[in-house]
C-alpha cells in the first residue's frame, strides 16, 4: 500500500505584504495555489481552489483529480461574478493525489500555471509539470534558455489560470509511486529565486520532509523573498509492490549500486524502501482536459435549442400553415406555404381554380404571378372570390358587344365551367 510522508512551509516573503499563496496537504493530496488579483482577490482566489479541490476530490481517480479542478475553475469564475471587487482574480493550482489505475497505486498529477511539481528520484531532480507562462511557452519554442527564462522580466506572465474563463485547460499525468521518491510542489516563489540545482540539494541533504520544505523557503526569502513562497515536500515512504518482485530488484540493484548512501532515502527513517527499477515515470506525456460540458454550456446549449426549436417552428409554420394565390401554369391556383419556399419547405397546391391567366385583369397579373400572401385558407377563397366577382363586372354583360353574339354566348356560359375556352 502506498503510503506518504509530508511537510509544508510558507513565507510572505520580503517585498508582498499579504501572502496570496494556498496550500493544501490531506492525506493522499496535495496541492499549491499561488493567487493573484487587488483587494484580497489573490488570497480568495488561491484558497477557494484549493478548497474546492479538497471538497470535491472524492474519487480516487486522475479524472476526478481533474474534473475537480475544473470544479474550482467554476468556484472561482463564479465568485469573481458576484463581486465586483474580486473581478480578475484568478490563481494557479498544482496538484497531486494517490489514485487508482486498474487495481494499481498511481499518483494523479494536475496542473493550471506555473506552480510546479518535480521528482526527486535517486538524487536527480525533474520537474513533471509543465508551466503554463510566457516564458515557458518561449522556452519550448527554443527562444529561450532555461536560465534565460528564469531572470525573464516577464516570467510572471501566465498563458493559464483558474477563474479567468469559465472554462479552463487542465493537464494531468500519472506517475508510478515508489517508496524513495520525493515530491515537490511549490510556487514560484521558491524556483524564482533558487536554481535547480539548489532545490535538488536541499532536497536531498535533508530527509525530513518538513525540515526539507521549511528550508527550501528559508533560503528562497533570505536569497530575494521578493514573493511569498510555498513548499510541500511528498516522500514516498511505502509503494504497492509486489514485496518478492522488490526483493528480486534490490538484490540485482545492490550488486552494482554503491551510490545507495546518497540516495534521497535514510535507511534509519524508512520502512527499508529497496532500490527500485527503472520505471517510466511520468507515465506518457501530459494529457490536456478541456471539460467540453458545464452547467453553463448545459444552460447555453438548452436556450440555443429552445432558440432553434423555436425558429424552426416558425419557419415551419411560415412553410405549412400560410396560403398565397397565384398561377399554376395557366390556372389560378390556391398554395399552402409562402412565394418560392421557406428554406427547405417548399409550397404546395392546395386548390386549383376555374379561373385561367386570360381571365384575369392585367392590373392584377403581376400581383398573382409574385403570389398573393394571405393568412388563411378562408382569405385565399375570399381573394379568389373577389378576382372572379372582378372578373365578372369587366366581361360583356350583353350581346351588344363588339364580339360576335356567338362567342359572347359561349363565353358567359362557359365561365361556370370552363372559362378558358371563352377567350379567343
Ligand atoms: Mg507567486
Redesign the pocket.
Known sequence: MTRFSWGVATDVGRVRQANE?AVLADDGVFAVA?GMGGHRGGEIASQLAVDTLRDAFTVASTDALVESVQDANDALFDRAGEDPDLQGMGTTLCAMALVDGDGRDLIGVVNVGDSRLYLLKDGELRQITEDHSLVATLERQGRLTRAEAAVHPQRNILTRALGIDSTVMVDSWEVLPFAGDRYLIC???LFNELDDARIAATLRKLADPGEAARELVRIAVETGGR??VTCVVVDVVDDDRDPAAAAAAADAADADDDDAADRLSDPADRTDPPPVPPAPVPIGGPVRHQRSFTWRVALFALIVLVIAGAAVGAIYFAGTNTFYVGFSGEQVAIYRGRPGGVLWIQPTIAEVTTITRADVPSARVSELEKGKDEASIDDAHNYVNRLQDQIEQLRPSTTTTTAPPTTSTTATAATQAAPDESTP
Do not use: P, Q, Y
Open positions: 499563496d499561488d510556487s514560484d516563489g514573493d511569498n
